[in-house]
């Protein structure tokens, strides 16, 4: 009988880290994309994918070292995590790069909201050996509309994100 728990547990914490990061906990890129295709699926109303990129992050890493990169990635999935709504979730899809599938977004105004509160998130310092230092972010939003693929919502909310960067970063743009 203990044995059979002891796998049980394994086995769910084996499950759990197929589907989350390891340095912040949040979902991963699998994972987000499932769960973002599945909404989509089913029909859900009012979807919409927030793409989310640090502006100034490399400076981190070279000046303070990985670990402190790391600490501060593991501190801003908590700042966005803590500006998400009941129902929005928050995956780390790689390096610097985060993405929130936002349910209950009717529109544009809405997502825009959304996305300044996501921005705030990362107003005040990080503290790091010896300081704090300051990333700023760039937000780009889409909004799902009748019949778009996961793939379609995530490339149109990065193409939003990469707007946002090459007119100087720090801002959000939402389209859809």
């Given at each position: ?96 790069e ?53 793939d ?17 970063g ?7």
């Open positions: 009988m203990s044995l059979a728990l002891v796998r049980t547990a394994e086995h769910q914490r084996l499950e759990h880290l197929a589907g989350h990061d390891a340095l912040t906990g949040v979902a991963n890129r699998t994972s987000f994309r499932t769960r973002l295709a599945s909404a989509l699926v089913i029909g859900e109303r009012h979807v919409a994918v927030a793409f989310c990129d640090l502006d100034g992050f490399k400076p981190v890493n070279d000046t303070y070292g990985h670990l402190a990169g790391d600490d501060v990635l593991v501190e801003v999935a908590a700042r966005l995590r803590s500006r998400l709504r009941v129902g929005d979730e928050l995956a780390r899809i790689g390096g610097d985060f993405t929130v599938l936002l349910r209950n977004v009717p529109d544009a105004v809405v997502a825009g909201q959304v996305a300044d509160r996501l921005l705030q998130a990362v107003e005040d310092p990080f503290a790091v050996p010896g300081g704090e230092v300051r990333v700023g972010m760039s937000v780009g939003v889409a909004l799902a509309g009748r019949g778009v693929s996961a379609d919502l995530l490339s149109a909310a990065d193409a939003a994100l990469y707007a946002c960067k090459r007119s100087g720090g801002r959000r743009a939402v389209v859809g």
